[in-house]
Structure formats: structure tokens, C-alpha cells
């Protein structure tokens, strides 16, 4: 079993950056692909960015690519979304999510391909 817990959501304008962190229980942490998603108010969670379990290959929603960065500490059992250059659209509950049936990164943007599931932070981008 992994339980996942989200950090690092908040307030900020338009522009301005923040960096969520998912920090990972268990010992098998470093073998599963993890991912991202969001789901703004009212609508249907969306995937956001995904990273193969050594760290060697991402995958972005297109929507974030060049202002979101996804990385990982293995060592610290914790993963990682930096974002940049946040617009309103953005608005969201970010949830991290693990993957250990080493799916292919092509799929790691489905959302049933993950076993595991934070409780989500909240991230509010002001105009």
C-alpha cells in the first residue's frame, strides 16, 4: 500500500509560481510511474504531467508545457510539480497519483491506469 499526500497549493496572481510537492509512504515508491492531474470546480479531473519511475522520461498536458515542470526525489519519497507563469485557467484541485502496473508513459495520462490517489490540494491563480 502507498498513501500519497499533496502540498504546497495556495493563493497567487497571475504569473506568479508555486511548487507542489506529493510526498509518498512505502518502500515501493521509487518503482511506480507517478502523475499529476487537476480538476477545477465543476469539472471532470484532467491529466497534467506524468514521470516513468527512474525519473528519465515526462509527459505534459499541452496546455503546461514550458510553465509546469514534473520531477522526482526517490530518495525522499516525493515528487514534485513546479509551476510557472500560472494563469487563471489553472484554478484546480491538484491531486498526485501513482502507477505500479508500469504502464507505458504513453498511457499515464488515463486516469484509470492509477492505483493510488492523494486527497488533492487546492491551487487558486487570481487575475
Excluded: H
Amino acid at each position: 500500500q502507498v498513501q500519497l499526500v499533496e502540498s504546497g497549493g495556495g493563493l497567487v496572481q497571475a504569473g506568479g509560481s508555486l511548487r507542489l510537492s506529493c510526498a509518498a509512504s512505502g518502500r515501493t515508491f521509487s518503482s511506480y510511474a507517478m502523475g499529476w492531474f487537476r480538476q477545477p470546480a465543476g469539472k471532470e479531473r484532467e491529466f497534467v504531467a506524468a514521470i516513468s519511475w527512474d525519473g528519465g522520461m515526462t509527459s505534459y498536458v499541452n496546455s503546461v508545457l514550458g510553465r509546469f515542470t514534473i520531477s522526482r526525489a526517490n530518495a525522499k519519497n516525493t515528487v514534485y510539480l513546479q509551476m510557472n507563469s500560472l494563469k487563471p485557467e489553472d484554478t484546480a484541485v491538484y491531486y498526485c497519483a501513482g502507477n505500479s502496473k508500469r504502464s507505458g508513459l504513453g498511457t499515464l495520462d488515463i486516469l484509470r491506469e492509477y492505483d493510488y490517489w492523494g486527497q488533492g490540494t487546492q491551487v487558486t491563480v487570481s487575475s
